[in-house]
C-alpha cells in the first residue's frame, strides 16, 4: 500500500502503474487524515507537484519516520523556484527521505542550490551521459552519502546509490521523454518496491529503475508495430508493467555495478 501526496497532472498514471506492479494505490492530501493514512500503508510517495500539500507532507513524512516506513522523495522541478528547492531540503536535513528520485536536473539542484531548469524536464546540459558517467556516478554517490537517502538519478542512464555501491541501467526509450509523468511514475514503481522490501531500498530502487527501463523498451516496440504515437505509448507502458514476468525481466535487466 503505497500513500502518495502527489500532482494533478499525472495522479492517475501514478495509481495505476501501482496497481500494475500488484501493490495498491491512496492518494490522500488533507492535513486531518495524512498522519493516519501513512501510518497503514508500507510506503510514502511525496512529490514536489503538489507543493500546496506542504503540510500534509510534512505531516505525512514524520509518521512514516515514526513507523519507520520508507519515505520516496520526487523532487519536481527542484531549481524551477525557491519554495521547491527549501521544501525539499527541509525534508532532507531533517532526515525525513529514504529516496530520491529525480533526473539529472532536479538531483544536481538539490545538490548545489542551483536554479537553473526552467520546469519539470532535464536541462540537456545535465544528463549524464557515456563520457560524463563515472563523475556523475561518484557526485550521485555523495550526495546519497551527505543525505543518508538511496538516490535513483533518472535519464537515458539511470544512476542508484546508497553511497557504498552504485550502479547503472542502461536501455528504455527515447519517448518515454515525450509522454508526462514517466518520472512520476517510476517514483510511484519506487515506493512500491520499497514498500514491498523496505530492509533493501537499494535493491527496490534498482528494481524500480530496471522494470521501468524493460517496460519502456517493450512498450516502445509496440507502438512502433502498431504505428501509434506517444498517448498509447503511455497506456503500452502500464500494460508492460501489468504483464511483465520475472524471466521477461531476467531476460533484459542489464544492471552494471560500479
Ligand atoms: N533518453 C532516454 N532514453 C531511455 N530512457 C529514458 C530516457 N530519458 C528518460 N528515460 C527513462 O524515463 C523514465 C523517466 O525518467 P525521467 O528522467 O525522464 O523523469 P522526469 O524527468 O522526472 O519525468 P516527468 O517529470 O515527466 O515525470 C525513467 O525510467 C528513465 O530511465
Ligand atoms: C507537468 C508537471 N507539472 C508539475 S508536476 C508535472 C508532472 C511531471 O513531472
Ligand atoms: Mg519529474
Known amino acids: 500500500m503505497v500513500h502518495s501526496i502527489t500532482n494533478n497532472v499525472t495522479v492517475n498514471d501514478c495509481a495505476n502503474i501501482i496497481l500494475a506492479a500488484g501493490g495498491s494505490a491512496i492518494m490522500a492530501q488533507d492535513e486531518r487524515e495524512v498522519a493516519e493514512i501513512t501510518s497503514r500503508s508500507d510506503a510514502l510517495s511525496l512529490n514536489m507537484g503538489a507543493l500546496r500539500a506542504q503540510e500534509a507532507m510534512l505531516l505525512s513524512a514524520h509518521a512514516a519516520k515514526r ?68 563523475e556523475s556516478a561518484r557526485r550521485v554517490s555523495l550526495f546519497s552519502r551527505e543525505t543518508g537517502a538511496v538516490v535513483l538519478l533518472s535519464g537515458a ?6 553511497g557504498k555501491c552504485t550502479a547503472v541501467l542502461r536501455g528504455g526509450s527515447e519517448m518515454m521523454r515525450r509522454i508526462t509523468g514517466a518520472g512520476c511514475m517510476l517514483t510511484s514503481l519506487t515506493a512500491a518496491y520499497c514498500g514491498a522490501n523496505p530492509e533493501n531500498l537499494f535493491e527496490a530502487a534498482v528494481a524500480a529503475s530496471g522494470v521501468m527501463k524493460t517496460c519502456g523498451e517493450l512498450a516502445y516496440r509496440r507502438v512502433c508495430e502498431e504505428m501509434e504515437g506517444t498517448a498509447s505509448f503511455r497506456t503500452r507502458l502500464i500494460d508492460a508493467v501489468s504483464m511483465l514476468t520475472g524471466s521477461d525481466l531476467a531476460a533484459k535487466l542489464r544492471v552494471q555495478i560500479l
Do not use: F, Y
Not at 528520485?101 to 544536481?108: F, I, K, Q, T
Not at 542512464?157 to 546508497?162: A, Q, T
Open 67 to 134: 513507523r519507520k516506513r520508507p519515505v520516496i522523495l520526487d523532487p519536481v522541478a527542484a531549481g524551477a523556484s525557491r519554495l521547491r528547492g527549501e521544501m525539499c531540503a527541509r525534508l532532507l536535513e531533517a532526515g525525513l527521505v529514504s529516496v530520491v528520485r529525480g533526473n539529472a536536473s532536479e538531483v544536481w539542484a538539490l545538490m548545489t542550490g542551483a536554479q537553473h531548469t526552467l520546469g519539470v524536464e532535464v536541462n540537456a546540459l545535465d544528463q549524464v551521459t557515456e563520457q560524463n558517467l563515472s
Open 157 to 162: 542512464l539511470d544512476i542508484v546509490s546508497d
